[in-house]
Structures are given as C-alpha cells and as structure tokens.
C-alpha cells in the first residue's frame, strides 16, 4: 500500500511539472509569436517609409532586403519554436502556426516570398480592375485638358488590359530599344495579291502597313483573307478580319507589321493606337503601348506613332503591342520631348490667306468667299445656314480649293451626327480624289451612334490637330455640325444646374467653345483653321441659343440665305451679313480698295439681286483678277 501510495504521489507530482512545462511553453510560444507580430509590423511600417521615399528601383532592392531578413527571423523563430517542441512534446510551430492563421498570417507569407516582389504589377492591375465606367464629373467631358480623363476603355477593352500590361512588364529592355522578336518561319508564298502592299527594305526584311490593309474595301480585304486560307471570312466584321489578316501574315509568312495611328492615353497610365478608318473608337485591331514606351518618348494623346507591331501572343491578351517607334508626328521620336505644349504657344490674328481664287466646272463658290469672307491660315470661321441652302456643297468646294492650292495643309473633316450617305460623298469627293498625294482624312459620327461616340470622336481630332500644331504644321478641320456636337454634350455631360433657353444646361457648351476656340494662328509657326457649320430656322429653340452663343466667338462668319437657294442660285451667300475681321491682314493692299468699292455697290440692293448681280458679273470670268478688271472697266 505504501508503494501504491508514492508511485500515484510521484505520477501527481510528475504531472504537476508537466503542467508546468506546458504552461512555460504556451507562454514563450505566445510571446515569440508576439515579437514576430511585432517585428513583421516594424519592419512593414519601415519598409513602406523608405518605399515612399526611394524610386522604383530603390523599392524593389529595400523591399527584397527586407523580405530577406524577415524570412530569416521567421525562420530562427521557426527552429527555435521546433527545437523547444522537440523537447517538451507539444505541437511544433508550424502546426501551431498553421491552426491559427490569420490575416496577418498572410501578410506574413506575403512578406517573405521573394518571388513576388514586383508589387507595382499588382498596384497596376488593381487600378485596371478597378476602373470602369464614363466619369461622372462634368470636367472629364467639357476640359479638353484633361482630354485623357474621357479616354475610358470599354467594357470589353478593360478585361483585357490587365493581361497586355503583364505581358509587356516582362518584356527585356532590349525589346523596348527596338529589338523586336523576328516572325515565325517562312511556310508559305506570300500570295500575287498581296505583292504591291508588301515592301523590302534595305535589310531585305519584308514588311506591310496596317492601314494599306484597313484603306482596302470589304470586298478587297475579303479577297486577301482568302488568298491566305482564313476559312470563312465573310463571317467576320472588318476590324475583327483585319486583325487575322495581319495575324497569319505575321504567323505563316514572315512579314514584319507596322502601324501608323493616333495615340491615346488612358487613366492606367498605359494607351492605344487608334486608327482613323475605325473614327478612333475602340476596335480589335487597335495596338496596346505600355507605360514604358509612352514614358520613353514623352508620348500625348493625339500624337501620330509609326512604329512596328507584333500579334498578342497565343491565349495571351488581345491586341497587337508597339514594340518600337519609328516617327512620332512624322518626324524623329527624340523631338517629341524638345516641342511646346500647344496652349502655351502665342496666338495672333491670322496673316496668311488661302488662296481660293478656283473655279472647277464654272462653280464660283470659292471665289465668292475668297472676295467677301477671305479664309487665313488660324481663321475661327462660322458657316451659318438652314437646311438646304448648300452649306455641304460649300464646305466641299472650299476643301478642294485649299488642298489644290496648298499641298503642305493637312486636312480633317469630321462629321458629327450626320447621314452615311454624307459621309460616303465626303469621301468620294475628297479622300479618294486627294488622299494620295495630301494628308486628307474624314473621321465621322453617324446620327445613328450614341451620343458619346460624337464626343469620343470629337476630343480624338482636336487632339490630333493640336499634336501637330506642335510641330509647326497647318491643319484645317471641317465640322459638320457644332450645333449637333453640342447636342451630344448636353445629352453626355452631368447636370449644372444651371439651364438655358431651350432645354441645354449651360455645362454642355464648355467643351464645344473650347473645340472651336483652338483654331488660332501661331506667331512661330503652324496654325489651326476651324471651319465650323452652325444650324438656323430648324424650328428647335435649342438651335436658336447654341447659335447666339457661338455668334460673336468667331473671326470670320459666312450666311447662307434659303430664299437665294430656292431661285437656284449658288452660293447661296448673304454678302451682306457675311464678313471677316480684321480683313485688311488677309488682303493685299492693291485689292483692298476694290473690295471695298464692291461692297458699296452691292450695299443697296437686297439679299437676293447683290448675289444674283455677283453671280452674272463673276460667271464671265474665270478668276478674280480678271472680275475686278471687268468692274473697273465697267465703271
């Protein structure tokens, strides 16, 4: 009994010190968790101190240092834990550990993985995932500075960047100097039809430009797409067609792609090429830049890049990348960073004029503007007229003059929420005649497109034209119509507060102004000449009050009068409303006088007899020299 009673005194006291010791190493194992809480938060804190601090490169060394010696703490800590486990008997630190993970847990397993240092790749994507969605404030529609603010990626574009971005974070420098990967090998002859588009160079590498493609009709392109065995063509739109055809030349021929487009920026930071036979709207066929190539060459939106393309790569991404820039605004990248911001350029009252003096097939149009309403090189005109009295014709006659007598213009019509029929003649009659030889483009918004569409387009040309402002280049845009622009604004833009007569909230006009306030003349060089039509007598009071707004904004304004066009008498010009400002800097000295003389004899008779008197006087001669010989001969 005796014995009995000192082995169970023996097994209580045993278990006392067991108790004890599980007890001590619950305590030690507590607090070495504890310091490691601790030390994981000092350090994090730390880390994030010295990353505000420090550049890129400077963040990933520290934040790789410090990972470094955190995962040796863990892991002294961790054998530590096992050692004390190993001799006690209790639950090992991982086991322990792991039962009682938490968040912070995982901010510590984030901490110490070395692989996963590249934190911006993340901070990249998430600012992608996100963003959606048109801005809600009014200012990312009416402040064509902050023009990139409305550059919004669709819905089905946003899904997609994420992968484009970590493609090109993995890209070597080496590929960003212009090194770009060579094609696949050579399978295939490149077919008869596709020999006049493909070029060599010196080198002899073999390449093509996207927009010979996208300048073809769809019967042409489907004819190509043939020719290279893409099945069914006829089943894809023409973006989405172009896009293969480009693929399979790159996959199965060895030819290298280029691309020649307008930039824009998105708020991620990194951008797109646009292309103009897609109006600069998002398309399949457009080509994703990353931030490293726009910060490498200073890029704007709006500038046009010329640079060779490859294909996304196999069930990675979507879009063709940039992989090197050729020109920038038709000249070396390197000057994109030495030019002046276009707002801070000086402008002036235009001094040079266009020279309009041109009669095709006896239509004196131009030479009726070029004596009462003459056109300078930064002019801010207006062109008011109701419905059917001629302003398209006009509009048209007036770019075949300026392109036939100043090949170095670069000219830009954009329709907004016209007919696409308007849009097929402005083609015909303009792109397909001179588009050769000049830079002539027509960007359209059909009245059929949404409201933001009209605004999208809008904001893309004016940037356009002030890129190559820049530069030191004239450019001439054609707007059809800014009353229909700024319908679209007031459908688009959040509520002021504050409406006008007529239904449109005073914010819709903000942007509209600026667009037609841009055109300006340089006193350094390079102008913006904005040709405007403004819509009257439609029977809308919205109409009404867009035109008194933009009334007294321009230097040069031309009336178009229905009653003149019902006796078929073109152009339809109201000679007595019509007129330019400051006049006597356009025309030369020799002329002025006769001008002047002329308006006296046309001031009073009416509307209809001045221009029909102008019309019978300037239809016997064929320029406007001669037309002031005959006056002065005629007394």
């Known amino acids: 009994m005796e014995k009995q009673e000192n082995i169970s005194e023996i097994k209580e006291s045993g278990e006392e010190k067991n108790e004890t010791i599980r007890k001590g190493s619950a305590k030690e194992r ?8 601790h030390t994981r938060k000092r350090r994090t804190r730390k880390t994030s101190r010295e990353q505000e601090r420090s550049g890129e490169v400077e963040e990933e060394e520290k934040t790789a240092e410090s990972s470094s010696l955190f995962s040796e703490d863990i892991r002294s800590h961790k054998e530590e834990s096992e050692n004390f486990a190993g001799e006690y008997g209790i639950a090992s630190y991982d086991e322990e550990f792991s039962s009682n993970q938490t968040s912070s847990g995982e901010e510590i397993d984030y901490a110490i993985s070395d692989e996963r240092v590249g934190e911006d790749v993340r901070e990249q ?43 090109q974070e993995e890209l070597s420098e080496e590929e960003y100097e212009g090194q770009v990967k060579v094609p696949h090998v050579k399978v295939r002859e490149i077919p008869d039809v596709l020999q006049g588009m493909i070029e060599v160079d010196e080198k002899g590498k073999k390449y093509i430009l996207l927009n010979k493609i996208s300048a073809k009709s769809i019967s042409e392109i489907i004819e190509i797409a043939r020719s290279l065995g893409i099945s069914d063509p006829t089943s894809f739109r023409r973006q989405e067609l172009i896009a293969e055809i480009m693929n399979v030349l790159y996959t199965y021929y060895g030819v ?14 990194s951008g797109f090429i646009r292309f103009s036979h897609n109006n600069y709207l998002q398309s ?34 979507k879009y063709f990348s940039l992989y090197s820039v050729e020109k920038i605004n038709f000249a070396e990248p390197r000057k994109a960073r030495e030019r002046t911001l276009f707002e801070n350029l000086t402008p002036y009252y235009p001094m040079k004029k266009f ?35 001629g302003k398209t014709m006009l509009m048209q006659n007036i770019a075949k003059a300026i392109l036939t007598n100043h090949p170095d213009v670069i000219l830009i019509v954009l329709l907004i929420d016209e007919r696409p029929e308007e849009v097929t003649d402005w083609k015909r009659n303009i792109v397909a005649k001179y588009a050769g030889e000049r830079q002539v483009e027509v960007v359209s918004s059909t009245f059929d497109e949404k409201p933001e569409n009209h605004i999208k387009v809008a904001e893309m040309v004016l940037a356009k034209a002030k890129r190559l402002v820049e530069y030191g280049y004239d450019v001439v845009i054609f707007l059809d119509s800014i009353t229909r622009l700024t319908r679209a604004y007031n459908q688009c833009v959040p509520s002021s507060g504050k409406v006008l007569t007529g239904g449109i909230d005073s914010a819709a006009l903000q942007f509209p102004k600026k667009f037609f306030g841009a055109a300006r003349a340089i006193e350094d060089g390079g102008s913006l000449t904005i040709l405007a039509t403004c819509l009257i007598d439609t029977g809308s009071r919205m109409d009404e009050v867009i035109f008194e707004e933009f009334k007294g904004t321009g230097n040069m304004e031309v009336y178009l ?70 006056l002065a001969k005629e007394g």
Not at 30 to 37: C, G, P, R, Y
Not at 256 to 269: K, R
Not at 356 to 385: E, H, M, N, Y
């Open 355 to 389: 020279n309009l003096d041109w009669q095709p097939d006896g239509d004196i149009s131009c030479r009726v503007v070029d004596i009462i309403a003459p056109i300078g090189k930064g002019q801010r005109g207006l062109i008011v007229s109701p419905p059917r009295a």
């Open 284 to 317: 399949n066929d457009d080509v994703f830049v990353s931030k490293q190539m726009i910060k490498k060459y200073g890029m704007r939106t709006g500038d046009i890049v010329l640079g060779e393309i490859i294909p996304p790569s196999e069930d990675k991404g």
């Open 561 to 630: 009068d229905r009653r003149i066009a019902e006796k078929r008498i073109f152009p339809a010009i109201d000679v007595h409303r019509s007129g330019t400002r400051r006049e006597e800097l356009l025309i030369p000295s020799d002329i002025l006088p006769k001008v002047w003389l002329l308006r006296k004899v046309l001031q009073p008779m009416s509307t209809t007899d001045a221009m029909e008197l102008l019309y019978e006087k300037m239809s016997k001669t064929r320029t406007n020299t001669e037309f002031f010989e005959l």
């Open 125 to 167: 994507s998430q600012e992608i995932s996100d963003y959606g969605g048109m801005p809600e404030g009014a200012e990312g529609l009416t402040d064509i500075d902050q023009i990139e603010k409305s550059a919004i990626p669709e819905e089905s574009e946003e899904k997609d960047i994420q992968e484009e971005e970590k493609l």
């Open 256 to 269: 290298h792609l280029y691309a020649e487009g307008v930039f824009q920026m998105i708020d991620t930071g």
């Open 30 to 37: 507590k607090s070495s968790k504890s310091e490691v809480e």
